[in-house]
C-alpha cells in the first residue's frame, strides 16, 4: 500500500523566510499527491494536488511543490512565509484507489 | 455554503456507551470518508462510501459502524466506547476517487 513520510514533526522560520516541507512517498503506480493544511479546531484544506499534469504544481497563497520521481518526493514550499501560515501541513498520497494516505503531519511555527 | 458539517463538536462518553457521529455534505459527492487524528499520527481512514449503500472498510474499522442511505448523509457509530477510541473525528467527502477531499470541523471525543 502506499505510505507517507514527512520529515521534520516541526519546523520554525522566520516571517519572510523560505518555507521548505518535505514530504516523500512510497507507491507502487503514479500516484497522486495532494498537500492539506490544518488551522486550530478546523479540518484540513487543500492547498495543491499533483495528478501528473505537471511536476511543478502551484497552489493557494504562493505555495507550490514539486514532484520528483527520482527522489520519490513532493516537497512543499513558499518564498516568503506570513505569520497567517503558522499551521499544521499535511502530505497525502493516492494511488489509483478509495485509499488516501496521510503523513504524520508537520507544524510550521513562523517567528516575527 | 455548508460544505460538509459534523455534529456535535465535543462529546465525552463513558466506556461502553453508544454514540453516533452525525456527517452531512450539501456538494452531491458521491464518495465520503471517515477519520480519526491521533497526535503525531495524521489521519487514518475508518471507513469509506462511494455511494449510497456502499461502504467498506479503511485502514482502522474496528469498533466502528457506518451506513450510507443517502448520498448526502454518512454516519459514524460507536457501540461500545472504549478509551482508545478518544480521538478527534473527521468526516471528508470528494467527487471521485484520486480527488481532493472536502473535510468538516470535526468532532473531539472523549471517553472516560
Given amino acids: 500500500a502506499q505510505s507517507v513520510t514527512q520529515l521534520g514533526s516541526h519546523v520554525s522560520v522566520s516571517e519572510g523566510a523560505l518555507v521548505l516541507l518535505r514530504c516523500n512517498y512510497s507507491s507502487s503506480v503514479p500516484p497522486y499527491l495532494f498537500w492539506y493544511v490544518q488551522y486550530p479546531n478546523q479540518g484540513l484544506q487543500l492547498l495543491l494536488k499533483y495528478t501528473s499534469a505537471a511536476t511543478l504544481v502551484k497552489g493557494i497563497n504562493d505555495f507550490e511543490a514539486e514532484f520528483k520521481k527520482s ?33 504524520a503531519g508537520t507544524r510550521l511555527t513562523v517567528k516575527p | 455554503n455548508a460544505g460538509v458539517t459534523q455534529t456535535p463538536k465535543f462529546r465525552i462518553l463513558k466506556i461502553g456507551q453508544s454514540m ?14 471517515w477519520y480519526r487524528q491521533d497526535p503525531g499520527m495524521g489521519l487514518k481512514l475508518i471507513y469509506y462510501s462511494v455511494g449510497a449503500g456502499i461502504t467498506d472498510k479503511g485502514e482502522v474499522p474496528n469498533g466502528y459502524n457506518v451506513s450510507r442511505s443517502t448520498t448526502e448523509d454518512f454516519p459514524l457509530r460507536l457501540e461500545l466506547a472504549a478509551p482508545s477510541q478518544t480521538s478527534v473525528y473527521f468526516c471528508a467527502s470528494s467527487p471521485g476517487a484520486n480527488q481532493p477531499q472536502h473535510f468538516g470541523d470535526g468532532t473531539r471525543l472523549s471517553i472516560l
Avoid at chain 2, 20 to 33: A, F, G, P, S
Wanted: charged share 15%; aromatic share 12%.
Fill in chain 2, 20 to 33: 453516533t457521529l452525525q456527517c452531512t455534505q450539501d456538494m452531491n459527492h458521491n464518495y465520503m470518508y
Fill in chain 1, 71 to 103: 527522489e520519490t518526493s513532493f516537497h512543499l514550499t513558499k518564498p516568503s512565509a506570513h505569520m497567517s501560515d503558522a499551521a499544521e501541513y499535511f502530505c497525502a498520497v493516492s494511488e489509483n484507489n478509495n485509499d488516501m494516505r496521510f503523513g
